[in-house]
């Protein structure tokens, strides 16, 4: 079956520090993915997805992520976090490419000031 | 072009009780699937319809149920209500069958007493 594993369920960055949040998925060929963005009492905002094509994939609000399909991973980051930044972050799959959704657990992220 | 909506945004019921959301999904967008999240749970998957079609279920009991209309506008439906259903259920929509992405609405929140 598939999943899709994220690293730390809580993570705090200094305000213009690196932001790093991981993902892992479990597929035997490389699915589509996604990492969506919910702020509070709001819905998910897709920030970025991968396909095909280019392995390193920019979206929106300067954040952009890495597939790698030895490693099985779709981490995100962003060079510089904002206090804007603070929010849930998830991870999700398409597998079959195209197919249903799996969604990791989601990552908290916090901006200290 | 509008976003995916979602009424209503609240909802209080008692338990044993059923209920109906409704979900537009955004203009042009024939695919709407329906996600319970849950503290405990995150995001589960519950259904997925396609011009009028269930192509997908989530491993929910029968008492969760949908339907799509032919305008693509979708209803999901709960019966006898248990506390644990208290949850926020995201809507979903799609252009097409294959998910290139998926676009969310703000939610229902659903408190069960």
């Known amino acids: 079956a598939q999943s899709v594993t994220q690293l730390g369920s809580h993570v705090s960055v200094s305000e213009g520090a690196l932001v790093l949040l991981r993902c892992n998925y479990s597929?035997?060929?490389?699915?589509?993915l996604f990492w969506y963005v919910q702020y509070p009492n709001q819905g998910l905002q897709l920030l970025l997805k991968y396909t095909t094509g280019a392995t390193l994939v920019k979206g929106i609000n300067g954040f952009e992520a890495e597939f790698k399909k030895s490693e099985t991973s779709f981490h995100l980051t962003k060079p510089s976090a904002h206090m804007s930044d603070a929010a849930e972050y998830f991870c999700?799959?398409?597998?079959?490419?195209?197919?249903?959704?799996?969604f990791g657990t989601g990552t908290s992220l916090t901006v200290i000031p | 072009k509008a976003g995916v909506t979602q009424t209503p945004r609240y909802l209080i019921k008692t338990r044993g009780q059923q209920v109906t959301l409704s979900c537009s999904p955004i203009s042009g967008h024939r695919s709407v699937s329906w996600y319970q999240q849950t503290p405990g749970q995150g995001l589960q998957f519950l259904f997925e319809?396609?011009?009028?079609?269930?192509?997908n279920k989530g491993n929910f009991p029968g008492r969760f149920s949908g339907r799509q209309f032919s305008n693509s506008r979708s209803e999901m439906n709960v019966s006898t209500l248990e506390l644990g259903d208290s949850a926020l259920y995201l809507c979903?929509?799609?252009?097409?069958?294959?998910?290139?992405?998926?676009?969310f609405g703000p939610g229902t929140r659903l408190t069960v007493t």
């Open positions: 979903a929509s799609s252009v097409s069958q294959v998910f290139y992405e998926q676009y």
């Open positions: 319809y396609f011009s009028e079609t269930q192509r």
């Open positions: 999700a799959v398409s597998d079959p490419p195209g197919n249903q959704f799996y």
């Open positions: 597929s035997s060929v490389p699915p589509y």
